[in-house]
């Protein structure tokens, strides 16, 4: 059993960047992929990133290559995403989850456990 716990979203300006954190319980947080998705109101949620229990692959949504970074910290049991030059397009509730074995990461429906969200707005 897992349990996630989002923070660090806000309001920020377009061109601006936030930093996200997902703090997990649980002594195996190490053996999970974790990712990030997004949903923004009225769509379904997307994927964003995901990390490999070693932090030796990491994954991206082609929409945010290039400007956000999924990172681990597995001796604090938490994940971060790194966004820089936000786009107002990026305005979502942003969700970590964790997987012990998915056959592939950008499925939300493989990810059994998932943080409560936090609201990342960014303005024009």
């Known amino acids: 059993q897992v349990q996630l716990v989002e923070s660090g979203g806000g309001l920020v300006q377009a061109g601006g960047s936030l930093r996200l954190s997902c703090a997990a319980s649980g002594r195996t947080f190490s053996s999970y992929v974790m990712g990030w998705f997004r949903q923004a109101p009225g769509k379904e949620r997307e994927f964003v990133a995901a990390i490999s229990w070693s932090a030796g692959r990491t994954y991206y949504a082609d929409s945010v290559k290039g400007r956000f970074t999924i990172s681990r910290d597995n001796a604090k049991n938490t994940v971060y995403l790194q966004m820089n030059s936000l786009k107002p397009e990026d305005t979502a509730n942003y969700y970590c989850?964790?997987?012990?074995?998915?056959?592939?990461?950008?499925?939300?429906?493989?990810?059994?456990?998932w943080g409560q969200g936090t609201q990342v707005t960014v303005s024009s």
């Open positions: 989850a964790a997987s012990s074995r998915p056959t592939t990461v950008v499925q939300s429906a493989l990810y059994p456990y």
